[in-house]
């Protein structure tokens, strides 16, 4: 810190110590932006009390479907106090990565695979974690304490905890929005000992509007707020294991991983504002799901080499790539489904034989 509360000031007496903490805040501000975040805020870790229970509503209704670490850490999630007693102060920010153009025209091209947009780049994790560390490191230079980086990788309700900090708030769809940023941006979380000024919290601007729940292919969002991850082509094509249900394999279309149909729809991304990283400009692309179709396990490690996409395996992706030929109702990839037919992996030959089934109908 510039100054410490045992340091005099020039007239004799000792600085206020709100004056110190609001001086080392504005300067924190300062330091994020120029690691590249596009908003800070803070709140406590015993902010949001009501994420206990709804978190315990969501899995009494079973809507974690196979995300069995949910319950797991159930305590945790749900009370972030709980994670690390000692922490006083939650930094929560925010980190931009807007997609250009139109992130719904793949849809159309119904050869190619479509991929969310937060995975078309480098993976965020370690882009998010690596400026949540230097940022945390100067922290600690200037005043000591003790920090705790997380970015989606622990027992961290992170979009509570932003919308009590006011970094933006849930929308309908469950993610977080912002009316200076839109909904495009990632969330990493900065724990702390030290007892810094709290943010105000942020309320709902949704209004009436339903434009995140009507775009939902498959009709994940039970009511306003509320998510069924079962139904949600995010989970379904990362989370979740074996067979999709079949009457929830057409409406994939050609998403083969993650989903941004609510996202593309809020009208908050007016006010959007675009990446700053380049590691957020797009890699993947839209793959030809032929060339999707014939990866084995390491043509797949190196094809997604660095992309979050790697994490679900080829056996998961090559699942969500027949079912986006089924959907393409192009019969000239029957015969990249058929060579799929005999696959070892149960969910994958099940996919390819209802994807033969389909195009030949």
Request: proline share 7%; net charge neutral; aromatic share 8%.
């Amino acid at each position: 810190m510039p100054t410490s509360i045992s340091d005099p000031t020039p007239g004799g007496q000792p600085p206020d110590p709100g004056d110190i903490w609001a001086t080392l805040k504005a300067q924190l501000l300062g330091h994020a932006e120029a690691e590249g975040f596009s908003k800070l805020r803070i709140c406590a870790p015993e902010a949001v009390p009501e994420a206990a229970g709804r978190l315990r509503a969501f899995l009494l209704a079973g809507r974690q479907g196979q995300m069995g670490w949910m319950a797991e850490r159930e305590e945790w999630r749900g009370n972030p106090a709980a994670l690390w007693p000692e922490a006083r102060s939650v930094i929560m920010l925010a980190e931009v990565y807007t997609p250009d153009g139109d992130p719904m025209a793949g849809l159309a091209e119904r050869d190619r695979g479509v991929v969310s947009c937060y995975a078309q780049g480098k993976d965020y994790h370690d882009l998010v974690k690596r400026r949540l560390k230097r940022l945390g490191r100067w922290l600690l230079d200037q005043s000591g304490g003790e920090i705790k980086v997380f970015v989606d990788t622990a027992p961290v309700m992170e979009k509570p905890l932003a919308q009590a900090a006011g970094l933006g708030w849930q929308g309908k769809h469950t993610n977080l929005l912002a009316r200076d940023l839109g909904n495009w941006f990632f969330l990493g979380a900065i724990f702390t000992t030290l007892d810094l000024p709290k943010d105000e919290a942020e309320i709902s601007h949704c209004g009436s509007c339903t434009a995140c729940l009507d775009a939902c292919p498959t009709g994940a969002f039970p009511a306003p707020y509320q998510l069924d991850a079962r139904r949600c082509i995010s989970y379904l094509t990362i989370e979740h294991k074996g067979p999709v249900a079949e009457d929830l394999r057409g409406l994939m279309g050609n998403r083969i991983y993650g989903c941004d149909d609510c996202l593309a729809a809020c009208p908050w991304n007016k006010f959007a504002a675009a990446a700053r990283d380049l590691g957020y400009q797009p890699k993947v692309g839209l793959p030809e799901l032929v060339e999707l179709a014939a990866l084995d396990d390491a043509a797949f490690r190196a094809r997604f080499a660095g992309s979050p996409v790697k994490r679900i395996g080829r056996d998961r992706m090559v699942r969500n790539v027949l079912y986006a030929i089924g959907n393409s109702g192009n019969p000239a990839l029957i015969s990249a489904a058929l060579r799929l037919v005999a696959d070892p992996d149960p969910a994958v030959s099940d996919a390819a034989r209802w994807a033969v089934d389909r195009l030949r109908r």
